[in-house]
């Protein structure tokens, strides 16, 4: 076998606009997909390269046509992970670059189809053919990198040993037509002409759907300022239906004024023609003012005159009527007077007989019920009371009716002070606030220092605040309860 046509070496180029910028070797490239050598030259940038793959004839065997973008660092996108080797091995045969054709995956002719949008499709011009650009590119690549074709070694076994006679063409042969040749030549223009259909119509459909997508975006931009004049025409609608509206009420308004202004000129013409009449009514009263403005002074002199002797016709009757009811009401209220006093000395009476059949009962009650009490004491029993002031304090039996009858007067009588003073002093001891009147019937309500004892209490002193007490008051109170 003189020939191999396994994969002898795997290069990309990059283009820069039209023509080829740069190659390199598939490994400087897979060192830069996996973040290690980034290429500063293409931050930021998008380019379109070919992913090439030669035998060791340096011819070319696959290629894939794809656009890769670089980050701001210049290494790959993330996410980008073509198989471009897996490509050409699925792909579909493309032009014959030198030893028929070649496996070729581009936009237009993708094996998978969702690695389609990032490959682009070559160029197939008279003036700018893309594999031609990748042909003249391919030597001074190789020899850059230092690629060179193999030569097929041939060994001196089984080489068959040619006759003269085989040397010697036949006559038929030179008859034969060149139809194999031919037929190649053809299949390669038809497979390049279908190439370069495919690659129009991938162009024109493209183009195509971007019109269509231009035109949509148009449409929906004509739409939506569309439906934003039909809105404001209705605004402006409303508006002006709402001008008309008042411009009617205006209209109505200027009409009543107009019968209004009318009315109010046939009223003034009306009051001027009366103020006329009645100007010259009055000149003609004149005379006659004069005349009854005398009958009036005379009959005010006459009435005054009655009015004076009516006025004391009145006051003596009044006098008179007077004299009578005072007479009367008197005679009235002493015998008033006659039936209180015995009414009084009546109460007086029963009063007397009431305290006298009260005594009498409590004492025939306190009898039966001291026997009981000093029965009970007789036990050795006794009765202790609590009070505030006094502390726990024993009531003898013959203290009980007392005690029970008003026991803060016997408690006061214990501490030797008033009833109303133990009353006002359990007043203070049980709150101790200030009771100075600040008006409206507020008091001060200050807290202030408790006195335990009734007859230590003050009424007027202990119950207020130093601020509601006199300055000598103060000083005595703090030596008190020093």
């Excluded at 449409?219 to 209705?234: F, G, M």
């Excluded at 000395?345 to 009650?365: C, D, G, N, Y």
Aim: aromatic share 6%.
């Amino acid at each position: 076998m003189l020939q191999s046509t396994a994969v002898f070496q795997e290069l990309l180029m990059f283009w820069d606009g039209e023509d080829i910028a740069k190659s390199m070797l598939y490994e400087d490239f897979d060192v830069t997909l996996s973040g290690m050598v980034p290429q500063a030259q293409y931050a930021r940038e998008e380019k379109k390269g070919a992913y090439i793959q030669i035998d060791d004839s340096l011819t070319i065997k696959g290629c894939v046509l794809f656009t890769i973008r670089f980050d701001r660092q210049g290494f790959a996108e993330a996410g980008w992970n073509i198989p471009l080797s897996h490509l050409v091995e699925v792909a579909g045969l493309g032009p014959d670059m030198g030893r028929g054709p070649i496996r070729l995956a581009c936009r237009s002719q993708c094996p998978v189809s969702w690695h389609a949008p990032r490959l682009w499709d070559p160029v197939l011009r008279d003036d700018l053919n893309t594999f031609e650009q990748i042909r003249e590119a391919l030597p001074s690549a190789c020899e850059r990198f230092g690629i060179r074709a193999r030569r097929p070694a041939l060994t001196e076994t089984n080489i068959p040993v040619l006759s003269t006679a085989d040397l010697v063409p036949q006559p038929w042969e030179s008859d034969l037509p060149h139809l194999p040749a031919e037929t190649e030549a053809l299949q390669q223009q038809v497979s390049d002409l279908l190439l370069k259909l495919q690659t129009l119509t991938t162009e024109r459909e493209q183009t195509v759907n971007e019109q269509a997508y231009v035109h949509q975006q148009q449409l929906d931009i004509l739409q939506t300022q569309n439906q934003k004049l039909v809105e404001q025409q209705r605004t402006l609608k409303t508006q002006l239906d709402a001008q008309l509206e008042r411009m009617e009420a205006l209209h109505s308004q200027i009409i009543s004024l107009s019968g209004i202004e009318s009315s109010l000129k046939s009223e003034r013409t009306e009051n001027e023609r009366k103020l006329k009449e009645l100007q010259a009514a009055l000149s003609k009263a004149g005379e006659a003012q004069q005349q009854v403005a005398v009958l009036l002074e005379a009959k005010e002199q006459e009435f005054a005159s009655r009015l004076s002797r009516r006025e004391t016709e009145l006051v003596l009757a009044m006098d008179r009527r007077l004299d009578d009811e005072a007479n009367r009401h008197l005679l009235t209220v002493k015998s008033l007077q006659a039936e209180l006093e015995e009414r009084d000395h009546q109460l007086a009476e029963l009063e007397k007989s009431l305290e006298a059949e009260r005594a009498e009962q409590a004492r025939i009650a306190e009898s039966s019920a001291d026997s009981y009490l000093r029965e009970l004491q007789g036990m050795g029993m006794s009765f202790v009371v609590y009070h505030p002031g006094v502390g726990n304090l024993s009531v003898p039996v013959d203290d009980l009716a007392s005690y029970t009858r008003n026991p803060p007067a016997y408690v006061a009588r214990k501490c030797l002070v008033s009833e109303e003073h133990y009353r006002e002093w359990i007043r203070h001891f049980e709150n101790p606030r200030c009771l100075a009147s600040i008006g409206e019937g507020a008091c001060c309500n200050a807290r202030l220092i408790r006195v335990d004892s009734p007859a230590k209490f003050v009424s007027g002193q202990s119950d207020r605040c130093a601020r509601h007490q006199g300055a000598d008051t103060a000083i005595l109170n703090v030596l008190k309860f020093q």
